[in-house]
C-alpha cells in the first residue's frame, strides 16, 4: 500500500471515526450517570434519521436546519424514556434492577424498529446531504456530505464536551456520575440530571443518525451496525469514559478502513468490515477488560 | 375446596402435558400442528434463555445466533461430512457449547452488562458472516438439510420436538433443584455474599451461560432437520426479541413459564398474521409493561390470583 492509499485510508478512517464518536459518546454520557448500557441506541440514531428524512424530505425544511432540529426531536424523546422506564429503577419500584435495564432497553429497541417497519416500511430512503459533492486536497479525495457531516459531527461533540464541563447542568451531570449519593446530598436535584443524561445521549444519537441517514440511506434496521460499533467503542475506551469513547471511536473507524485492504475480494472486504469490531471487542476483554481509560473495578 | 394451592398448579400442569399429548388426535388442522410444533421448538428456546437469566442473573443476547449456530452445524455436518443425524446433533450441540464457553470465559468475570453488550456484537456479525460465505452456506439462500423421518408426517415431528420440550425442561429442572441450581440462586441474590461462602461465583456462571447456550443449539439442531432449510435469518435480532417476549411475558423466572411464553406467543404470532409488521411492536410494548408492572409474567400473575382466589374458599 502506497503512501497516499494509507493517507487516505487513515483520514476516511478519522472521518467515520468521528461519526462513531457521536454515538459512543452518548451511550457513554448516559452509562456514567444512570450505571445503564442503553440497548436502544441503534434505535435513537434510526429515530434521529426518520424525524432528518420527514422533516426535510417531507415538510420540505432546509437540511442544515433538519439536523439540529432532529437532535432537538431526539432530546425530548430521551428524556421521556429517561423518566418512563429507567426512572423506576432509582426510585426502587423494580427488583432485579440489572436485569430490568437491560432488558427494557433491549425491549424499547424492539419496539420501536418494528414501529419504524410498520409505519414506513422495510425500504431504504433517500434523503438529502447536508453538502454534496467532493473535497480534494492535492491528490486526496473526500466525499463532501461524509466530510461536512463529520465537520458537524466534530462541532456537536465539542458543543456537548463544553455544556459539561463548563456550565452548572453540566458540572451536575458530571457529579451525579462521580457519585450520586454525594451529589444528592450538595443539593443536585439527581432525577433531573439523569434525565438531562439520557436526553443528550438521545440528541447525540439522533444528530449522528441524521448526519447519516443521507450517507448511509434510511431503514428501520439501519441503526444495529452502528449500535454494536458503539458498544464495542464504549468497552474499548471503558464504560463511561468520555474521551475513552472519543478516542475509541477514532481507533474503530481507522483500524476498519486500513483492515479493510487485507482481504482482497470486495464484496467480502465490505461484508466483513463490521466484523474487525467484534475481534478488536474480544481482545481487549482478554488483554485490558476495563479498556483504555475504565478504572480497574471488580465489578460494580 | 380444602387442598393446597400447589397440588392445584400440579394438577394444571399435568392435565396442560395431557392436552397436548391428545392434540394430534383431536382432528386439528395439519397446519396447527405445524405452529405448535415449532411453538415447542421456541418454548425450550425461551426456557433456555430463561434458565440463564431467571436463575443467574445475566443476560445474553446470542440465544438466536446459538441456536442457530446449532443448526448449521448439524446441517453442514450431515450433508458435507455425510454424519448421520445422531451424530450430528450431539456435535451441534458440542460446538454450541464450546462457543459459549469461550465467550462466557472472557465476559463473565466483569459487570453484567458486558455479556449483553458481547452477546450482541457476536450474533450479529456472526450472522453477517454467514450470509457472506455464501461459497460455504449458500448465504441467504439457506442450506437444505435432510429431515428426521422419511416420510413428512406432521404428528411424528409433533411428537418429536414434544417429548425433546419435556426432557428438555425435565433436565432444567433436576438441574435447579441439585446443589447446583442452589449455587444459581446464591450467584443471583448476591455474589459477593455467596463467593465468601465458597461458591466458584465465575465458573457457575460460565456454565450456566454454557448449559443454556448449549440446549438452544440442540434445539437449533433439531429444528434444522425439521424444516430442513436454514438460513441467516433465524440468527437476527428480531428473533432474539421474539424469544426475550416469550420468556418475559410468559415469566423469565421460571423455566416452565417461560414454556408456557413460548408456545403462547407462536399461537398468538400466527392469529394475528393480517397485522403484520404491527405484531412485534405489540409485543416490545408488551414486554415493557409486563416488565414493569408483572415481573413474574403472565402466567405467574394467573397462579398469583388464583392462589388467593383459593385462599378465599379455605377461609
Known amino acids: ?300 | 375446596m380444602n387442598m393446597p394451592p400447589e397440588t392445584g398448579v400440579r394438577a394444571a400442569a399435568a392435565a396442560l402435558v395431557l392436552i397436548f399429548a391428545l392434540i394430534p388426535t383431536l382432528g386439528l388442522q395439519e397446519y396447527w400442528i405445524y405452529i405448535l410444533t415449532i411453538g415447542f421448538f421456541y418454548a425450550v428456546l425461551a426456557s433456555s434463555w430463561s434458565l440463564l437469566v431467571g436463575y443467574v442473573g445475566r443476560i445474553s443476547f446470542a440465544h438466536a445466533a446459538m441456536a442457530g449456530l446449532g443448526a448449521y452445524t448439524s446441517a453442514m455436518a450431515s450433508t458435507r461430512l455425510g454424519l448421520p443425524l445422531y451424530a450430528s446433533i450431539p456435535l451441534a450441540a458440542l460446538v454450541v457449547g464450546c462457543v459459549g464457553l469461550f465467550l462466557g470465559r472472557i465476559c463473565l468475570k466483569l459487570h453484567g452488562a458486558y455479556l449483553g453488550l458481547t452477546t450482541i456484537a457476536f450474533s450479529e456479525i456472526f450472522r453477517i458472516a454467514v450470509t457472506a460465505e455464501h461459497g460455504f452456506t449458500r448465504g441467504s439462500l439457506g442450506l437444505q438439510a435432510p429431515g428426521f423421518f422419511a416420510t413428512n408426517g406432521r404428528a411424528q415431528y409433533y411428537y418429536l420436538f414434544f417429548i425433546f420440550l419435556l426432557c428438555v425442561l425435565g433436565t432444567m429442572w433436576l438441574l435447579l433443584r441439585s446443589r447446583i441450581g442452589l449455587y444459581f440462586a446464591a450467584i443471583r441474590e448476591d455474589e459477593d455474599a455467596a463467593a465468601s461462602l465458597g461458591v466458584h461465583v465465575v465458573r457457575w456462571k460460565v456454565m450456566a451461560f454454557a448449559i443454556s447456550s448449549m440446549i438452544a443449539g440442540l434445539a437449533g439442531a433439531f429444528y434444522a432437520h425439521f424444516v430442513q432449510l436454514v438460513a441467516p435469518s433465524m440468527m437476527s435480532l428480531q428473533e432474539m426479541g421474539l424469544i426475550l417476549s416469550m420468556a418475559v411475558i410468559g415469566g423469565f423466572q421460571n423455566i416452565f413459564f417461560a414454556a408456557i411464553g413460548g408456545v403462547f406467543l407462536e399461537v398468538l404470532l400466527e392469529l394475528m398474521r393480517e397485522i403484520g409488521g404491527w405484531r412485534m411492536t405489540i409485543f416490545g410494548l408488551a414486554v415493557m409493561v409486563v416488565l414493569r408492572y408483572a415481573p413474574n409474567g403472565l402466567v405467574g400473575e394467573l397462579i398469583r390470583i388464583s392462589y388467593r382466589h383459593v385462599r378465599g374458599w379455605v377461609t
Not at chain 1, 134 to 162: C, F, N, P, Q, T
Not at chain 1, 240 to 266: F, H, K, M, Q, R
Open chain 1, 1 to 300: 500500500m502506497g503512501l497516499l492509499a494509507f493517507t487516505e485510508q487513515v483520514i476516511n478512517g478519522l472521518v467515520i471515526g468521528s461519526f462513531y464518536a457521536l454515538t459512543a459518546l452518548g451511550l457513554a454520557i448516559i452509562f456514567g450517570v444512570l450505571r445503564i448500557v442503553n440497548f436502544a441506541h441503534g434505535e435513537l440514531y434510526m429515530l434521529g434519521a426518520y424525524c432528518y428524512y420527514v422533516l426535510t424530505s417531507v415538510l420540505g425544511i432546509p437540511p442544515l436546519l433538519g439536523v439540529p432540529l432532529a437532535a432537538l426531536l431526539l432530546f425530548i424523546s430521551g428524556m421521556a424514556i429517561e423518566a418512563s422506564i429507567v426512572r423506576p429503577i432509582y426510585e426502587g419500584k423494580v427488583e432485579r434492577v440489572d436485569e430490568y435495564a437491560i432488558m427494557i432497553t433491549f425491549a424499547l429497541a424492539i419496539f420501536l424498529q418494528n414501529a419504524a417497519l410498520a409505519i414506513f416500511g422495510p425500504w431504504t430512503l433517500r434523503v438529502d446531504a447536508v453538502f454534496a459533492g467532493r473535497v480534494s486536497i492535492g491528490e486526496l479525495i473526500i466525499s463532501g456530505d461524509r466530510l461536512a457531516a463529520a465537520g458537524i459531527g466534530v462541532l456537536l461533540i465539542m458543543g456537548v464536551l463544553y455544556v459539561l464541563h463548563r456550565t452548572w447542568v453540566g458540572k451536575a451531570v458530571r457529579a451525579v456520575s462521580q457519585d450520586r449519593a454525594t451529589a444528592a446530598v450538595v443539593g443536585i436535584d439527581v432525577a433531573r440530571a439523569s434525565m438531562i443524561a439520557f436526553g443528550i445521549g438521545s440528541a447525540l444519537a439522533g444528530a449522528a443518525g441524521a448526519l447519516m441517514g443521507p450517507v448511509f440511506l434510511v431503514y428501520p434496521t439501519m441503526g444495529l451496525i452502528p449500535a454494536i460499533k458503539a458498544y464495542v467503542i464504549i468497552v474499548l475506551g471503558g464504560l463511561g469514559s468520555l474521551w475513552g469513547a472519543i478516542l475509541g471511536a477514532l481507533i474503530l473507524g481507522v483500524v476498519e478502513n486500513l483492515a479493510t485492504v487485507l482481504i482482497p475480494d470486495t464484496t467480502r472486504a465490505l461484508a466483513y468490515k463490521d466484523a474487525y469490531g467484534l475481534g478488536l471487542l474480544i481482545l481487549i476483554l482478554l488483554i485490558r477488560p476495563q479498556g483504555l481509560f475504565g478504572e480497574r473495578t471488580r465489578r460494580s
